[in-house]
């Protein structure tokens, strides 16, 4: 097996903050809203699980580090699982539900609640495409996902999100790819949430 994506309502999660490290838990502690505090550690449980399973152990044996690339902070950046470097970890939450990924390879995971966002966001194909549609908070979304997969994926960037177009490649575009690139995206539905999973197509090795 070499990826485990779960996407889940947070109230189904068994969310237990002692799970969550010094780091994670000063995170925690920083959001305002009781439903945030909620979704953030549903999240975070939750990748453990998805490692765990990947890797045949227990969630309380999973340990999620933090660590930006670029800067070398441990407040932001892609989540990952320490001591288990061919393994990569992406999660995503909000209010409400939460989604987690493991795989033996590059992936991210994105889930939001459907809303319309700002075309800002969008190429041109892709604001004209959303335009046309009957329910365009529901096109939005399904754009918007992608995106946020694909990047986390470390695919594009979400501040040049415009040139991150995530259409199918003919001319028409009439539909969200399901592939950019080398990178697989798989899509999910739940009632009012939109999620996307974003699965690179080489395995993951240590640069």
Do not use: N
């Amino acid at each position: 097996m070499t990826q485990i994506v779960r996407f889940a309502p947070m109230a189904e999660v068994d969310a237990d903050l002692g799970l969550l490290t010094a780091g994670e838990r000063a995170r925690h502690e920083r959001l305002v809203a009781e439903a945030d505090k909620r979704a953030y550690v549903a999240a975070h449980v939750l990748v453990r699980e998805c490692a765990a399973e990947l890797l045949g152990t227990s969630r309380e044996e999973i340990v999620i580090e933090q660590r930006c690339a670029r800067c070398g902070s441990s407040e932001h950046g892609a989540p990952s699982v320490a001591d288990a470097a061919a393994v990569r970890v992406s999660l995503s939450h909000t209010r409400g539900q939460v989604a987690a990924v493991a795989a033996g390879r590059g992936c991210g995971i994105d889930v939001e609640k459907v809303s319309r966002g700002p075309d800002r966001a969008l190429s041109r194909r892709e604001a004209a495409w959303v335009a046309g549609q009957e329910d365009a908070a529901y096109a939005f979304t399904r754009l918007w996902v992608r995106k946020e997969a694909l990047v986390k994926a470390g695919h594009g960037s979400m501040a040049a999100a415009q040139r991150l177009d995530v259409l199918a490649g003919d001319p028409s575009g009439d539909a969200p790819a399901d592939r950019v690139g080398a990178v697989r995206l798989t899509q999910w539905e739940g009632s009012g949430f939109l999620g996307a999973v974003a699965i690179c197509a080489d395995m993951w090795t240590e640069s």
